[in-house]
């Protein structure tokens, strides 16, 4: 690993000592001339020259170029494109402003920033997602949703029928950094999973990195999947909002003082249980059912000056579901949520130099609450994070771009923790909360260099450090399982702790204007793990953090891929092949219930092995045209190899899907009105059958073959919608947008779960046995009217 | 808290109640070769003298039926079964269903013993092949503190086994308390677990008070779910607890006039509380989660922990177990 970093430094000063010949500075800053917000992403382009870069999350480019006359193109999704031509003979700073073509809300065409990034870009394995193209997707219910649109790329999986979880090439949903305006989410997932907490509306951009993670990204075996949020308007107040057959929402924005500061504020709820608690009143008034999910984004975005931005971003959200019989004295109660806050600064030292500093609070909690007359259970888990982190940015030649920054993170878990009450119980006392404590540090040099005008290069290196400290109580067990003895470690006290060095590298060769090759090679350490108790994301799932039994998640992937434009770029084409390797994967013991973390460690109640994935993924997408859309596919096998589980032998895992397809499909009929579609098709998930049984004791004991040895049918599913997009009445201030769909439109019973129905009364001799299929999500309607001023 | 899983079943039941379909399916599942299944037990209750049970039967496919009528099918014979204490084997001798009814009615053996292991009643298995290896000339019978060694040969295969009947642990005091509407409760218990991580417990209970019918409510212990616990969390406390009435598994109607769950303010309940040792319970204890998950999605199959060795399946336990008596008011 020393090796690794000496070649990165020396690699660095390598190539910077060649930029001695005479050049200029060409540099600007890219903005929406009607928000006044930096755009990040755009794509800018010396024209006679054939180089391209990307602006920055600031707007920012920067090339150093011989003297000459140039021709520099910018070009980004929605955006009107601009041309300028640049007389460079002395360094030149260009403020650059662009209109919007089409407003967020409007039927866009499928098109994205791999405008020209398809070929040129250097990594692979990267995509990335605008607001717009998220809601020209058909949706359920007709609640557009970020995760849901992702999941129609190949490589990017769900868990199950209508589940939000994230499974990224053969990763775990744990195993993706998910980042809410730079800071981590935990659980991205509202109403058991079936929805993502990114509410559509505040959404600016979305990049799903796969493949080839850059080496100021860590923390995660997987993806990173990093979500910018609107700064809001510079100029004026503007309101949207929208309605569908589950949720409402509002978002408004605008400036706080004009031209120095502005802000966003957006809200979300469900009404499923304002409008189901009559009904359920209705037929039971004995009985109470309530489900909701609320959140609320906030962003104050501060000009200090042409070279200070300051920025605050708050995130809240919660889901709360109750179940009360009163005749039965049952209650049940589960909740659960996130919560963020940061502030940041960047400052701009100058066109070369951009510095971005970052404090953050992120926190994550569940809650079950049992109850049965006068006893009462409680459920707690979560994660909480205290983090600061700071990133340099210093471009000193078109040739060149160098990150260097640090983070350092607190975190405290709270696996799960029980509370038990009874009348009677009264010398039991249960109600603890077991916390633990751990300090996350990672410095990372990354350079992106370009030799030239074929072969590009990233190096990275990610210097990461975990130390999981006391307050802690390790409880000690003999071959028996039974707690011999308790070891106290005092506040602060060093328990356990890792270091790694982990290096990042990707390449891509561009063969002509039109075609490149890209590699990458990556290597992760995820030192936090959230451990599902059930086979679909539920707020049972725990987060603990790497101790001394549980050691750092480590995986390698290679990856690999061609890139292709074709009839004027109007068509992009991709084909990447991918191998990953994961260690020190975590799984509960067979039998766990979670109960047994009580006076316990929960790393006692884990089996640990090797995961493995590999596939290839090919993708062909027609940007531009009345109709537009994608075919994606994922040839891809995950499997995992656990000595204490399935007799050590080698298993599929549970998210191992064969094939992947998605079509996306997108016909603008006029200015008014388009027609969009969406088909998917996957090979069904592995699970675990009963092969045999056996009575004891009067029960009958199932007796369970090799781990995942069945495949539920495979699922299958269409949507349509139909956007209605009027123009405006001059005589309003207002305008407005319908959408009509239709999820799922030739009522597919796609498999959630099996289940067996037992008619089992043994003593009459009475005993079948049927296999049951549940699916959810029949064909539905969906409509959606949002509103913007 | 082992109804949690079903609990998290029933918020999907509820929540996509109107949404969700099910539809019967034909699952082709592959052949698997039948295994030995051992239900075995050995008790000391400091009254009566009582011998070894063990039943053998064989796994099935999972759509195979198991009612009675296909289960004696299942029995296996002419295995040679021992079971060696303080270094001297005892052999066992097969009896089937009338040579039982024989050996009970002339005391050699319980009844409820044998309903407790078949999982049925007498009365209900008779016209029945069940067969069963017992010890009936009072040379081998439970002792607390001592370590039974079980051997099986069948069809050419040796199955081992060991158990431990621990020292037996008198509840402290037991009572009925009203839970609901002034005439149902659960039977409540004083104990005291004795400090030393690793003691296990299983709790019984059987109604004596007559039906309608003049007949015991129970005709045998009943074991409700959760009967079973270590003392991970109440090592060397002195606590009160409580458990429901419970069902047999297979059972699904009340005598007219009862009420699930819940014993009447007038029930005669006899208490069975037995010491287990630890792997006795991790096998009763996953065996409830695994009957509880059934395929559930919430959770992750589970295989039981036999200690069986040589591939077998089942349960070699030894019980220390006392009585206790509430009387109905």
Known sequence: MVKQLLFLICFTLISLASWSQTEFVLSGTVTNDSTKEPIAGATVIIKELQKAVSTDNNGLFNFTLPEGNYTIVIRHIGMSEITKAVELNKNVNLQLKTNMETIVTETVEITDSKIDGNVEKTDPGTLVLTKAEVKSIPSMLGQTDVLAALQLYPGVQSAAQGISGMYVRGGGPDQNLILLDGVPIYNPAHLFGF???FNTNVVEKVTLIKGAMPANYGGRLSSVMDITTNDGNDSTIHASGGTGLISADLTIDGPLFKNKATFSISGRRTYIDVLGKPIIQLIDKDKEWGYYFQDFNGKLVFHLSDKDKFSYSGYYGEDAFKILNKPAGFGLGISWGNATSSLTWQHIFSDKLVLSTQAYYTGYRSKIDISQNTYEVKLYSGIYDWCGKSDLKYYPSDRHTIKIGGSYTYHTF?????????????????????????????????????????????????????????????????????????IHYERGEHVADYNHLEPRFSARL???????????????????????????????????????????????????????????????????????????????????????????????????????????????????????????????????????????????????????????????????????????????NATTMPESRYAIGGSIINEYGKRNNYRLVDYHRLDFSVTYNPKKNKNRNYKTFWSFGIYNVYNRNNPYFIYFDDSNYFNEGIFDTKAKQVSLFPIMPAVRWEYFF | MNNQRTLLLIIFSVTFWLIACEKEITIDLPDVEDKLVVEGKIEYDGITNTPPIVILTKSTGFFEPTDLNSLQDLFVHDAVVTVAVDNISHQLTEFCLSEMLALIS???????????????????????????????????????????????????????????????????????????????????????????????????????????????????????????????????????????????????????????????????IVIKFCTIALPVFEFLRIMEVEANSNGSPFASPSTIPTNIDNNGLGLWAGYGVTYDTIFGQ
């Open chain 1, 195 to 197: 929805y993502s907490i």
């Open chain 1, 414 to 486: 709270t696996p799960t923790n029980i509370a038990a009450n009874t009348d009677a119980l009264t010398t039991i006392d249960l109600d603890q909360r077991i916390k633990q404590y751990s300090h996350d540090v990672a410095f990372y040099l990354s350079e992106e260099y370009t030799m030239n005008n074929r072969l590009r290069f990233r190096l990275g290196l990610r210097y990461s450090y975990f130390q999981h400290v006391g307050p802690f109580d390790k409880y000690l067990k003999n071959e028996f399982g039974i707690i011999t003895d308790t």
């Open chain 1, 510 to 684: 561009l063969l002509n204007s039109s075609s490149s090759i890209k590699m990458a090679y990556v290597q992760n350490y995820q030192y936090i793990h959230m451990v599902s108790y059930a086979t679909v994301s539920m707020p049972t799932d725990i987060w603990i953090p790497s101790s001394e039994k549980v050691k750092p998640q480590v995986s390698t992937q290679y990856s690999i891929g061609y890139f292709k434009d074709s009839k004027n770029k109007v068509y992009e084409t991709s084909i990447e092949m991918y191998y990953k390797t994961m260690a020190n994967q975590i799984e509960f013991k067979n039998g766990y219930s979670p109960e047994d973390d009580l006076l316990d460690n929960p790393e006692n109640n884990f089996v640990f092995g090797d995961g493995k994935s590999y596939g290839i993924e090919l993708f062909i997408k027609k940007k531009t045209g009345k109709t537009t859309g994608w075919i994606g596919y994922a040839l891809t096998s995950t499997s995992r190899q656990f000595p204490d589980i399935n007799s050590g032998e080698e298993y599929y895992a549970k998210y191992d899907r064969r094939h992947d397809l998605s079509l996306v499909a997108v016909h603008k009929f006029n200015e008014n009105w388009s027609l969009s579609g969406v088909f998917v098709y996957a090979t069904g």
């Open chain 2, 106 to 268: 002339s005391g050699v053996i319980d009844s409820s013993l044998v309903e407790d292991l078949l999982g049925a009643t007498l009365e209900n298995l008779i016209g029945f092949e069940y067969c069963l290896y017992t010890i009936i000339d009072n040379s081998l019978y439970g002792q607390p503190g001592k370590s039974y060694d079980l051997t099986i040969v069948s069809e050419g295969k040796t199955y081992t086994s060991t158990t431990s009947i621990p020292p037996l642990n008198p509840l402290i005091s037991v009572w009925y308390e009203t839970q609901k509407d002034d005439t149902l409760g659960f039977a409540w218990a004083r104990m005291y677990d004795p400090p030393g991580k690793g003691d296990a417990y299983r709790w019984y209970a059987r109604r004596i008070s007559h039906n309608g019918l003049g007949e015991e409510k129970d005709a045998f212990f009943v074991a409700p779910f959760g009967s079973s616990f270590e003392d991970k969390f109440i090592d060397g406390l002195e606590f009160d607890f409580a458990y429901d009435r419970g069902h047999r598994p297979g059972d699904h109607d009340d005598d007219p006039g009862e009420t699930p769950h819940f014993f009447k303010k007038s029930d005669t």
